[in-house]
């Protein structure tokens, strides 16, 4: 059966139209069904119904003419081919057609039926070509526009020409604001933390270098201070005026199991090392210690015996009456200032004394990081440790601060309860010495999901960001010379982590510091995971939820977004049990993405907790209508919110 090709033939010259129907003969494979309208406008009318796959244009036509006929005939179908057909011998209209996008120009009375039949087919087999291309572009900008890693190009003077959402959320900035260069105010940061200069990024290495670069390690300071660590590759390209072509990956949780991963191996090279030294200088310190008490007491002998022969010396002289004796006596300890250099002696004895005492200390800290002996472990209640300890430290505490004790029911747990008391102390000393003046300090416990929750918190000076990642670390300190040895969190981590436990910090400069700690009830039982998605634009705020949502209840993951795009990015893949929403977002408001969550479409339809930090009946209304089954407002009353999630993941 032959192909039918359909022409739309625009021609007010019933003789050009003749001519073209006659030169345009049926063939062995393919058949033209040729309809023909005088006018441009009749044209654009029949091209709106469809069905046109060739057009034949004259460009002198009565109601358009020249170029302008072309332009307004290809605005209006810019994928059906058009081929000028036309009086009009100029060279240069010629070329502008074409340039503009005509298949071909063809001059009348000098076209024969081969050389049209010809045109027809190349210009069919140009935009079936361009019809591919774009459709292969369409599908690869889709791709790109799903693909988890961040894609962008950069033209010239390393301005970005196109972003994916992906660089968005791993930079946390708009497209308008990489188009706009806001990227170049950021602080980009080497593997080990120092300024990564300009000639280092992967980007400029590969234009310069003229080859690809692969997986760069990249920190990136963003404006509240946090670091997004990131591989980046880039590869030169020569197309158009791209430059480069740049994939980034957000590596930061690869980054903090890999810092979990080396506290975990230098905990344990430290307890080896701890061992060694520990060994090596007991032995010495143990006989410097006793000789030096040793030589306490002679002197306090030869004090008292000294003490003695001079007043048996002065009675005697006194009982003589012999006056030279006495002075010649008094004369002689003065020259030779016995008692400046017995007491001096006496002082620098035992300032040794509280030295060697210190050692001896810093001794058992290290024997405590290397000790690999059983705990005595039973059953004892973590309230009863606090309480004791509380006693302990005392004198430390009541003098800089008041002690608040919110302590809940706590059942008895399998645990060493002088090791924990030990936890307690070095943690509270360290508050107490963190609080300049006067201040606070906050003791709570609770039972959440086989967990005993214990919460410490202060409002010290706090400990900057810097420092933050390497207060556990042996022998870190941010204490005064003399105050401490840098052992305490060292130990209380390693306590905690034998008991199966958890220990976290949080703090801010000028405000305080707070030590969390998991220890669990029943260690032999399996926890059930359970997923949740914290959605709000306020970093802060979504992090500070989702945080606080994941100590409450440890068996809970956790994962935010910053908006409804982000939300449809992770949502398959996470599949979260509840959606904690915020209403108030860019872009997509949190009622349109409840409805999309809650649609019928959706294989995993979460439970949605609408937020606002609006109060009012309407929003409350609005948001169990697009289906929300909770409704609460800012600032989160988090007993509240822990019992509704409690009674959803039960």
Not at 611 to 634: M, N, P, V
Request: hydrophobic share 40%; net charge negative; charged share 25%.
């Amino acid at each position: 059966m032959n192909e039918i090709l359909h022409i739309l033939l625009v021609e007010d010259n019933p003789g050009d139209e003749d001519f073209i129907r006659e030169i345009l003969p049926e063939t062995g494979q393919v058949s033209f069904a040729i309809e023909c309208v005088p006018r441009l406008s009749e044209a654009l009318t029949r091209l709106r119904s469809g069905g046109i796959e060739v057009i034949l244009l004259d460009l002198n036509l009565p109601d358009c003419k020249g170029l302008d006929t072309f332009r307004k005939s290809r605005g209006a179908v810019p994928y059906i081919p058009i081929i000028v057909l036309t009086g009009i011998n100029d060279e240069e209209t010629a070329v502008a057609a074409v340039r503009e996008g005509a298949q071909d120009y063809l001059i009348k009375g000098q076209v024969i039926g081969n050389i049209l039949v010809r045109a027809i087919r190349y210009a069919l087999e140009r935009k079936n070509v361009e019809k591919s291309l774009r459709e292969s572009e369409e599908k690869l900008k889709t791709l790109f526009e799903i693909v988890p890693m961040g894609v962008s190009v950069l033209g010239a003077e390393r301005k970005f020409l196109y972003v994916n959402p992906a660089l968005e959320r791993i930079l946390d900035i708009s497209r308008e604001g990489l188009f706009r260069g806001d990227y170049k105010n950021r602080t980009y940061l080497r593997p080990d933390g120092t300024l990564m200069p300009a000639e280092e990024y992967a980007s400029i290495r590969a234009i310069k270098e003229q080859r690809e670069v692969h997986n760069v390690e990249t920190g990136i300071v963003k404006e509240n201070g946090t670091v997004i660590w990131t591989s980046v590759s880039a590869v030169p390209v020569a197309f158009s005026d791209w430059r480069v072509v740049i994939v980034t990956s957000d590596i930061t949780e690869r980054k903090r199991i890999e810092q979990m991963v080396l506290q975990s191996e230098k905990m344990a090279s430290i307890g080896t090392l701890a061992a060694g030294v520990a060994h090596e200088i007991n032995n010495p310190i143990g006989y410097i210690y006793s000789n030096l008490k040793t030589m306490e007491n002679y002197a306090e002998t030869l004090q008292k015996h000294l003490d003695t022969t001079k007043q048996i010396i002065i009675e005697y002289a006194r009982k003589k009456g012999d006056n030279e004796l006495l002075n010649t006596f008094e004369q002689l300890h003065t020259n030779f200032q016995i008692s400046f250099y017995f007491n001096d002696m006496m002082s620098a004895i035992r300032e040794s004394l509280e030295g060697v005492e210190k050692v001896k200390k810093i001794v058992l800290d290290l024997k405590d990081v290397s000790r690999a002996e059983k705990y005595e472990i039973k059953p004892a209640n973590i309230n009863e440790a606090i309480e004791k300890t509380l006693n302990i430290v005392w004198n430390e505490l009541k003098y800089k601060a008041e002690v608040v004790k919110d302590l809940g029911q706590l059942p008895d747990i399998e645990c060493d309860i002088q090791r924990m008391t030990q936890v307690f102390i070095n943690i509270l000393v360290n508050a107490a010495q963190a609080i300049e003046k006067q201040g606070k300090i906050t003791i709570k416990t609770y039972i959440a999901h086989n967990n005993v929750c214990i919460q410490i918190s202060d409002t010290g000076k706090g400990i900057s960001k810097s420092d933050l990642s390497r207060i556990f670390d042996a022998f870190f300190t941010t204490k005064e010379p003399g105050q401490g040895t840098g052992l305490g969190l060292t130990i209380a981590l390693k306590i905690i982590q034998e008991h199966k436990g958890t220990i976290t910090v949080s703090s801010e400069v000028g405000k305080g510091t707070t030590f969390s700690i998991l220890l669990p009830v029943e260690r032999e039982k399996p926890i059930h995971t359970h997923k949740v998605l914290v959605v709000d634009d306020d970093e802060d705020c979504r992090l500070s939820l989702a945080k606080e949502i994941q100590f409450y209840n440890p068996a809970i993951t956790t994962m935010t977004a910053k908006d409804g795009f982000e939300v449809g990015e992770m949502y398959n893949t996470f599949q979260p049990e509840v959606v904690i929403l915020d209403i108030t977002m860019p872009g997509m408001d949190g009622f349109e993405v409840c409805r999309k969550i809650t649609s019928s479409e959706m294989d995993n339809k979460a439970k949605v907790i609408m937020i606002t930090g609006y109060d009012g009946e309407d929003l409350k209304r609005k948001s169990f209508e697009a289906g929300a089954i909770q409704f609460l407002e800012k600032p989160i009353h988090l007993e509240k919110l822990f019992e509704i999630l409690d009674t959803i993941l039960s």
